[in-house]
């Protein structure tokens, strides 16, 4: 099973990360609000599978050989 991501909204990463879906988007670098969000993550077990299984699919859609040899030789 793949494992939702805990990122800073910073440069590129709201375009790989889908907010509530893959993983979560961290407004600040805030330790308080980075714990509460990974608590509530850790707490609720569906949704963390769930997230956990998009963010895996997106990776291997994204970054399989083929579509990397695709791309390379385009």
Known sequence: VGTPVFALDTGGV?????DGIT???LKDFDPVQIADQIHGLLSDNDRYK????NAQNVAYSYFNAQRMATETIS
């Open 23 to 25: 993983g979560v988007i």
């Open 50 to 53: 769930r997230m956990g299984e």
């Open 14 to 18: 709201p375009e790989a990360i889908d």
